[in-house]
Every structure is written in C-alpha cells, then in structure tokens.
C-alpha cells in the first residue's frame, strides 16, 4: 500500500513539474526597442498655463511639479536622449505663497473624509524670491493666450516672476531662449475662458474686441486675438527647427467644478428649511400672480413640500421688471393685509414693495440647463449678512431681515454663482473657435496634434479607460480632476503624458507605446495626505 501511494504521488509532481514546464515554455512577449523617430527631443521645453505647471488641489507644490506632464514626458524622452528637465519648484507642499509674513495665496486643498478643505499650514514660498535658470517648464498658472508676449509679466504673475530671466521678460522669449528642440504647447487658451466661467459668467465676453489691454481678468478672449497669440507662440517655438506637440481647449464647464452642485439642492427634510416653505410660498404666491399677468410664468417660484426644489437665482439675460412688480403690489388692495403677517405696519407697503421688485425683477428657479461653480454650495442657505444689515438700514427687524436675506431661497443667487445657459455659449462658442485656429495652426507646421477635449468629454460621460482604470471628472472619486474641480490630480496629469506620447508616435514615428514604455496612471496619485508638507 505504501509502494502505491509512492507511484501515486510520482505521478502527481510529474504532472505538475509538466505544467510548470508548459508555464514557463510560453516566452514573454519582446518589445521593440524605443525610438525616437523624427523627433529630437534632446532638449524639451514646455510652455502653457496651469495644467503644463502640475497645478492640483488649487495650488502649486513640488509634489505636484513632480508628477506634471512635461516631467513625466522629461523622463520618457531621457531613455531617447532628452536631457535635463530644470522646473522652477516651490518650496514646500503647502502650496500658495507668502509675501513676508502675509499669505497672499491660500495652501492646497485636502480631502478630510467630508469634503476638500484648505490644508492647515503656512505656505514657505515667498513671492519676491527669484530663481535662477535656465527652465524647461514654462507652464505658467493662470496665464492667458495674449500674456505669453507680454514685456515685463513677471510683474503681474508671481509664478513666472520668480524664474524670469528679467525684469522686462516674455514668457515666450524666455522659453525660446532655450533653444528647443522639442517643445509641448499645451492648454493655451483655457484661461481665456475660465475666470469668465469660474466667476459665474460676471466678465465680459469681448469677442469683437481685439484690444486685450481693455479687458478685465474676468473676460473671454477674442478668437482673434487667440488666433494671433497661438500662431506667435508656434512660430517662435518653430523658427529653429524644433517639432512639438500642442493640445487643444476641453469645454471647461464639463469640469466637476461646474457639475458638482446640483440646481436643486433645497432639501424639505432640512429643519431649517423644511417647515418655512408653506411661508415661502406664501410669499412668492403674490409675486407669482404678477408674473403669471405679465406673461411670465416660467419666472415663478415653487418649492415643493415632497421633493427637492431648485434655488432662485438672478437672471441677468432677463427683461428686468422691477418697476412692474413694484407697480402691481402697490395697486393690490390686499397687499397691506400681505404685509401684516410679517408685523408690518400699512405704512411700510411702499418699502416692502420697493424692495421686492428691486430683489425679484430679474430672477426665476434654476434648471437642469444651470450650472452652479463649486464655491457656490457653501453659500446657498446661509444668510447674507451685508444684505441683511441693508435691509436693517431701511427698518426692517433683525429677524424679518435674515428671513429675506437667505442665499438660493429668498435672496437670488447672484450672478456669480452660476452659469446660465447664454453664458455657457458664450464660453463653448469661444472655445470652438480657439480650437479651430489650433487645429489650422498645427497642420500647417505638421505638429503633433492632442484632442483634450475629446478626452474630457469622454470621461464626463463614459468614462475615460486608461491603464486599470475608467477615470471620470466627478469630484474626489472619478480619479481625473482634481479636489479644486478644475486641474488634473497627477494620475490625470499621467494620462496627459500617455497622450502627448501617443501622438508624438502618430506624427513622428516614434514608438513609445509599442515599445511598452507609457506610463501606468495607477503609480499617481489622485490627492495627497494633510501630512505632506
């Protein structure tokens, strides 16, 4: 019996000594060598805005300079020759800067299980200290198209005046003084939209205008002089020879800073607001019926007792019909009886009625069609303290002030706060034409061409696969966007860099992606601990 369990066992390890044999007979697949192709990528130079500097979680710090794009793509083209790739890195991961020993930009955000929140520590970075060159990232926060040929920028942005290489530099002469040989020229022409955007459409759109000296921060760009800005830019980067890759404009507004806060987030379970609609209701019944006879029933306002209803927000596109309001409640001869409940005398009505008209003549309930910027869900609900003090000015009591100074609910939402639909039209016509002058521009000087908008779309919709993962721009879990919900985290930033390579294979024959030597996004992370400092 033993001499059988022996046969038996034998022939067990033989079978499995067989099966590992057939494993390990299967060679791995061999790779083809990497190869440059037509680009020299010797000495690459990147120039853009936020997105080229590793910007996350609303600020700039080395962590992040580290794990930007352009660094990333630095040390791919170092296996095919790249040199050294010179950053200028903040001092810490605090983020923000200080001037003395007043912080003039905030730290960075962190994620503290609840929600993003500023990190709790003083920025290090001092505004007026000066580095010293030469850089390969030219990636400047907050630069627009027009600001890249501007003499003398430093001045009016810290993060390029600490690395100028002179009181009176461009952002372009100082990149082309580095004598590229392969350049990446990335998300020019986003923040010619996006304070436009972030700010609740509350600049101007000055497309017609070609005069940038006479915009405010908060403008969108002309397509014109877009046009002439990018074609510069290009035709600088390219008068030696060097080749490069640009990346057009995504529609910014897919962004989770956009998408984040819904139109209707006024809960009826909420305590605090819950028991104050049957009130509120009453209210706004008496200016619904104004609406209703000025042939205007889609201003009226309803919130509802089952279900969540949207805030109320001003309209600036609406016809402003203050003085009808005002008009048609001081003819009501109920209107003094209305004001009784809120123990006023009948002497007030001209005030009350003042100062509804004033507040509601542009305004309606916010729909699926409106987009709230993310800033905006720490202000609906709470009382405006300035509007309530003016309205303690004109006599009201404390308490009937606060209860007509409630941001979303008896105070319209201003305009800051959320992007109607003629504004976000405003930003998607100006970014379609800026992205067809990048389309004609790089055609015509052969450059590898990235379709960052067609990248964000896909992951503000299916989700965008890479590596293990399908990254969506859904704030804090979607992996893509960062805790601001507007930058890239840095597994973002890493797909960014698969993509510049995949196209820079496409253009130039290279081989980056053949050769196995993309990088994997899940070595990035999506935000950082309080702890890094």
């Not at 499995?16 to 020299?40: Q, Y």
């Not at 793509?73 to 170092?78: G, N, T």
């Not at 630069?143 to 430093?154: R, V």
């Not at 409106?370 to 709470?382: K, M, R």
């Amino acid at each position: 019996m033993k001499t059988k369990y022996i046969w038996l066992l034998a022939v067990l390890l033989g079978f499995t000594a067989c099966n590992n044999d057939d494993d390990s007979s299967t060679p791995e697949p061999v790779l083809p060598a990497l190869v440059a192709g037509e680009a020299d990528l010797s000495n690459y130079v990147a120039v853009g805005a936020s997105f080229s500097a590793g910007f996350t979680d609303n600020a700039l710090f080395i962590a992040g300079q580290q794990n930007s794009f352009p660094n990333i793509l630095s040390q791919k083209f170092e296996l095919v020759g790249g040199g050294t790739f010179n950053q200028p890195l903040m001092n810490d991961n605090i983020g923000g800067f200080v001037m003395g020993p007043t912080v003039v930009a905030n730290p960075r955000l962190y994620f503290n299980g609840t929600a993003p929140v500023v990190l709790p520590a003083t920025p290090t970075t001092q505004v007026t200290n000066h580095l010293s060159g030469p850089f390969n990232n030219y990636g400047i926060p907050g630069a627009k198209s027009f600001h890249l040929g501007i003499q003398g920028y430093g001045t009016l942005n810290p993060y390029f005046g600490r690395m100028a290489s002179s009181a009176g530099a461009t952002v372009l002469g100082d990149a082309v003084s580095q004598n590229p040989t392969f350049f990446t020229l990335s998300e020019i022409g986003g923040n010619d939209v996006l304070a436009y955007a972030t700010s609740g459409g509350s600049g101007v759109d000055q497309t017609g205008n070609i005069d940038p000296s006479t915009y405010g921060s908060n403008d969108i760009t002309d397509p014109n002089v877009f046009a002439a800005s990018f074609s510069a830019a290009v035709d600088a980067l390219t008068a030696n020879g060097a080749k490069g890759v640009v990346a057009n404009v995504p529609y910014i507004t897919s962004l989770a800073h956009f998408t984040t806060v819904p139109h209707n987030p006024l809960d009826p379970t909420n305590p605090d607001f819950g028991p104050q609609i049957p009130m509120l209701n009453s209210i706004f019944g008496a200016l619904n019926q104004i609406y209703d006879a000025l042939g205007e029933p889609n201003r009226m306002v309803v919130f509802s007792e089952t279900e969540a209803s949207p805030v109320v927000i001003k309209d600036e596109y609406l016809t402003d019909i203050s003085a009808q309001i005002t008009g048609a409640l001081m003819a009501s001869p109920t209107f003094p009886d209305f004001i009784a409940q809120f123990g006023l005398p009948p002497q007030a009505a001209p005030l009350v009625a003042g100062l509804l008209g004033q507040t509601y003549g542009q305004t309606r309930q916010a729909t699926e069609t409106d987009l709230f910027v993310l800033p905006s869900s720490s202000v609906i609900g709470t009382v405006n303290q300035a509007y309530a003090a003016a309205l303690m000015q004109q006599g009201l009591s404390p308490e009937l002030a606060g209860q007509f100074s409630i941001e979303g609910i008896t105070l319209p939402l201003e305009d800051k706060w959320v992007l109607v639909p003629q504004e976000q039209t405003n930003i998607k016509n100006a970014t379609d034409a800026y992205n067809s002058s990048i389309e004609a521009i790089a055609n015509n000087k052969s450059l590898a061409l990235v379709d960052f908008k067609g990248i964000l779309i896909e992951a503000s919709t299916i989700g965008f696969p890479s590596g293990n993962y399908i990254l969506t721009t859904e704030l804090v879990r979607g992996g893509l966007i960062s805790l601001d919900g507007v930058h890239l985290t840095s597994r973002g930033y890493a797909v960014m860099a698969n993509e510049m390579m995949r196209a820079i294979d496409l253009t130039y024959g290279s081989n980056f992606e053949a050769s196995g030597n993309f990088v994997d996004p899940g070595n990035y992370p999506t935000n950082y601990p309080p702890n890094l400092q």
